[in-house]
């Protein structure tokens, strides 16, 4: 049996009802990984307009002991500035600090990935990237399992290929 991995699932609050029947599928149904998120407690609520407070809060409350992050991305996800956050927290690195691997669930509600998000995954002209993502159509059990090891692994083996800036959305985009 995999390792159950610690994982920090981002998600846009629309996409609420995919991301619990995602949780209950594989976290509490098949103990594939272990979930940790933002906004599944009242006091999860971070009241703030200091964003490197906010930055510093989602780091050492959800994601310091979590190694790899899922966004769920349906509709509206790109255009949320908190999973631009969830993102550039995951992806931070340091001499103490090994970066989150990064896994994207495209649900069929997607249009398209967060800026920060899409910048790591593989384009026309790069050689290779940090992010890897599913479909929820594809999302089995045995496709999670080896996508969530995979993206455990990436995080030494492929943490060159990080494209992380330190500028971040300031307030959520419009999305019809």
């Known amino acids: 049996m995999a390792i159950r991995r610690k994982c920090f699932i981002s998600y846009h609050h629309a996409d609420q009802e995919w991301v619990d029947t995602f949780i209950r ?5 098949h103990d594939l990984f272990i979930a940790r998120q933002l906004g599944s407690m009242p006091e ?3 009241n703030s307009m200091d964003t490197d407070y906010v930055m510093g809060r989602i780091r050492a409350d959800y994601i310091k002991d979590s190694t790899v992050t899922i966004l769920i991305a349906g509709k509206c ?4 500035r908190y999973a ?3 993102v550039q927290a995951s992806l931070r690195s340091g001499s103490t600090v090994i970066p989150n691997g990064l896994l994207g669930l495209k649900l069929p509600t997607f249009t398209q990935w967060p800026d920060r998000f899409d910048r790591n995954l593989l384009h026309p002209g790069k050689i290779d990237c940090y992010g890897r993502w ?3 159509e ?3 059990l045995d496709a999670l399992s080896s996508a969530i090891e995979a ?3 990436r995080r030494t083996t492929h943490d060159r290929y990080i494209v992380n800036p330190r500028e ?3 307030y959520n985009r419009a999305c019809d």
């Open 84 to 86: 631009d956050w969830e």
């Open 25 to 29: 599928t594989f976290d509490a149904r």
């Open 44 to 46: 999860d609520v971070i």
């Open 151 to 153: 993206a455990f692994q």
């Open 138 to 140: 594809n999302c089995t």
């Open 168 to 170: 971040r959305m300031g």
């Open 77 to 80: 996800t790109w255009a949320r």
């Open 134 to 136: 599913l479909t929820w």
